[in-house]
């Protein structure tokens, strides 16, 4: 058996993108220990919804993620959930929750049930 070459630290998750698409992780990973798991209870984290959304926005989402080299489903979920998270800070912020001790930007469950269901 060879030895395995120690998997290094990454900075970023771009970094860990541009080093496993020039190494083989093989060399790296023994992977005749490696267990298949199964897990039948498990539900999906996302589901699928339908929305209407104008030609030209598609197009220009399909634009970005060409630039970014995604799926410009994807990209649509990216920029949904960075518009999102800065909605819910700047809600968060203008309220002062987070007074208690947690730290900056930090969202607990119950500041964004709190946030999403004030205003219904």
Known sequence: MRKLKKIPKFKSLSEEEKFWSTHDSTDYIDYSKVELGFFPELKP?????????????????????????VP???????????????ELELKREKRNIGRRGRKKGHLTEKDVERIVFEDR
Do not use: F
């Not at 984290?45 to 080299?69: C, H």
């Open 72 to 86: 410009y489903q994807s990209m649509m979920k990216v920029l949904l959930a960075e518009k999102v998270r800065e």
């Open 45 to 69: 984290s996302s589901r699928t919804i339908s929305i209407r959304l104008p030609e030209p926005l598609i197009e220009a989402v399909k634009v970005l993620a060409n630039k970014r080299d």
